[in-house]
C-alpha cells in the first residue's frame, strides 16, 4: 500500500483553546493557503449575498421554528408556499456551499481549512490530515475573560454554548460528533505552544523540512 504524501490539513478547534492562531501560523510555516473566514466570504459570493449576512449563519443552525416551517414550503403538496431552495440563503444553504468550498480546495491541495465541518467533509478522503486543538477550562476561561472583560462573569457559560452551538451544526449536517476522536489524525493540547503544536503536526503528517546531508570531513578517521 502506497502512502499519499499530505497536501490537506484540517484544523478543528475548542472555543477559546488558540485553535484558529495555531492553524495561522501553520499555514505559514508551510506555505500553504488558510481558508477560514475565506470559507464564509466564498460562500457568500457563490450565493451572491453580503458576506457580513452570511457571517450571521457561521457554524450556526437556523432556529428550531425556521426550519420546522421550511418543512413545509419543501413539502411538494405546497410548491407554491416559497422560493426554491437554491434562492434561500439560509445556515443549511450556507454549509452546503462551504462544503463544496471545502472539496474543492482538498482537490488543489497545500491548504489548512480551518472548522465547518472540514475534517467531515474531507473523512477517509488520501492526503488529508485532521488535527483537534483544545485546551484546559482555565485556560480558555482566562483567556474569555481578557478578550471580553465586560462577559468576564458569564465566560464560563459562554465558552461552553460556543461549542454546543459548532457540535450541534455538525451533528445536524454530517452526522457526526464533532469532538470524536474516530475523526482526528492527532488531538493537541494548545498549552504546549504554537511552536511545539507545529513541530508535532510536521513530523506526524510527514512535513517536517528536510535535514540537509553532512558532508563527511576528509579528514575523518
Excluded at 502506497?2 to 483553546?17: A, D, K, L
Excluded at 462544503?99 to 491541495?109: F, L, P, Q, S, T
Excluded at 488535527?131 to 472583560?149: D, G, H, L, N, Q
Aim: glycine fraction near 8%; include cysteine; hydrophobic fraction near 40%.
Amino acid at each position: 500500500m502506497t502512502h499519499t504524501p499530505i497536501n490537506v490539513i484540517t484544523v478543528e478547534r475548542e472555543y477559546g483553546s488558540h485553535g484558529g492562531e495555531f492553524a495561522h501560523d501553520l499555514a505559514k510555516r508551510l506555505g500553504w493557503r488558510l481558508l477560514d473566514s475565506e470559507l464564509v466570504t466564498g460562500a457568500a459570493r457563490m450565493a451572491g449575498v453580503d458576506p457580513q449576512v452570511a457571517a450571521r449563519f457561521d457554524e450556526r443552525l437556523d432556529p428550531w421554528y425556521y426550519r420546522y416551517g421550511k418543512i413545509f414550503w419543501q413539502d411538494t403538496s405546497y410548491s407554491t408556499a416559497g422560493p426554491p431552495d437554491e434562492h434561500v440563503f439560509d445556515s443549511e444553504r450556507m454549509l452546503e456551499l462551504i462544503r463544496k468550498e471545502i472539496v474543492d480546495a482538498a482537490k488543489v491541495g497545500h491548504c489548512v481549512l480551518v472548522g465547518r465541518g472540514s475534517a467531515c467533509a474531507l473523512a477517509g478522503r488520501p492526503g488529508c490530515f485532521h488535527i483537534f486543538v483544545y485546551a484546559t477550562s482555565s485556560a480558555k476561561k482566562e483567556w474569555f475573560m481578557r478578550a471580553f472583560p465586560e462577559q468576564a462573569h458569564d465566560a464560563e457559560h459562554r465558552l461552553m454554548a460556543f461549542d454546543r452551538r459548532r457540535a450541534a451544526v455538525i451533528r445536524k449536517f454530517y452526522q457526526q460528533e464533532w469532538c470524536s476522536r474516530n475523526l482526528y489524525h492527532m488531538l493537541l493540547n494548545s498549552c504546549i505552544g504554537s511552536e511545539a503544536m507545529i513541530a508535532a503536526v510536521q513530523c506526524a503528517a510527514g512535513l517536517c523540512p528536510a535535514v540537509p546531508e553532512t558532508v563527511p570531513s576528509e579528514h575523518a578517521g
